[in-house]
C-alpha cells in the first residue's frame, strides 16, 4: 500500500529564517509527487510538483521541493519564510496507473512569529 | 479563486439526516474528485469521476454515494449521518483526470452533524 509520512505536524519559525517541511513516502509504484498549501478556511492550491526530469522542483512563493528517489523523500524548502507564509502544508503522490486519486500526508503546520 | 465552487458553504444537520453537497467544475474539467477532510483521518480521498462515469473509489462509506451530471457539476450524497462524518468536504477538478494533473480544489463544504 501507499504511504505519505509527513514529519513535523507542527513547524514554528520567526520570518526570514529558512525553513524545510519533511515528507516521506511509500510505494511500490512510481507515482508523481505535490506539494499543496491550505490558507485557513480556503481550499488547497498547489504549489509545485514533480512528474520527471530535473529533482529540483521550484514553485510558487518561493518554495522548491528536492526529490531523491533512494531515500523516498520530497522536502519543501524556502530561504526566508514570510508571516503570509503561515498555512498548512500537504504532501501528496499520485500513483502513475490510477488516475490521479491524491494520496495525502497528515500536513505540516508552518506558523512564521514576527 | 480556483474556479471550483461548492454549495453550500456550511451545513449543519442532526444525525440520521441525508445532506446533498454540490460541485462546480473548472469549466473544461471533464474530471471531478471529492475528498473528505477531519482531524482524525485527515485528507482521504472519497471518489472520483470522469465525464458522467465513475472511474475511482476510495474509503466511501456504502451510505455515501456520488454522480456527475450531463452539465459536469457532480452531488456527493451522505445519508444517515452519524457524528463521525463531521468534516471538510471537497472537490477538486483537473481537465482530464491524468496522475500528474494538477487539481484545482474548491473552497470545500463544511458538515457538522449535531
Known amino acids: 500500500a501507499q504511504s505519505v509520512t509527513q514529519l513535523d505536524s507542527q513547524v514554528p519559525v520567526f520570518e526570514e529564517a529558512p525553513v524545510e517541511l519533511r515528507c516521506n513516502y511509500s510505494s511500490s509504484v512510481s507515482v508523481y509527487l505535490f506539494w499543496y498549501v491550505q490558507y485557513p478556511n480556503q481550499g488547497l492550491q498547489l504549489l509545485l510538483k514533480?512528474?520527471?526530469?530535473?529533482?529540483l522542483v521550484k514553485g510558487i512563493n518561493g518554495f522548491e521541493a528536492e526529490f531523491n528517489k533512494s531515500q523516498t523523500s520530497f522536502h519543501l524548502r524556502k530561504p526566508s519564510v514570510h508571516i503570509s507564509d503561515t498555512a498548512e502544508y500537504f504532501c501528496a503522490v499520485s500513483l502513475y496507473n490510477q488516475g490521479g486519486k491524491l494520496i495525502f500526508g497528515q500536513g505540516t503546520e508552518l506558523s512564521v512569529k514576527p | 479563486d480556483s474556479g471550483v465552487t461548492q454549495t453550500p458553504k456550511h451545513l449543519i444537520t442532526a444525525t440520521g439526516q441525508r445532506v446533498t453537497l454540490r460541485c462546480s467544475p473548472r469549466?473544461?474539467?471533464?474530471?471531478v474528485y471529492w475528498y473528505q477532510q477531519s482531524l482524525d483521518q485527515g485528507l482521504q480521498f472519497l471518489i472520483q469521476y470522469y465525464n458522467g462515469e465513475e472511474r475511482a473509489k476510495g474509503n466511501i462509506l456504502e451510505r455515501f454515494s456520488a454522480q456527475q451530471f450531463p452539465d459536469l457539476h457532480s452531488e456527493l450524497n451522505l445519508s444517515s449521518l452519524e457524528l463521525g462524518d463531521s468534516a471538510l468536504y471537497f472537490c477538486?477538478?483537473?481537465?482530464?483526470?491524468?496522475?500528474?494533473?494538477?487539481?484545482?480544489f474548491g473552497p470545500g463544504t463544511r458538515l457538522t452533524v449535531l
Open positions: 469549466s473544461g474539467d471533464l474530471s
Open positions: 477538486a477538478s483537473t481537465n482530464i483526470g491524468g496522475a500528474y494533473n494538477e487539481q484545482f
Open positions: 514533480y512528474l520527471s526530469g530535473s529533482t
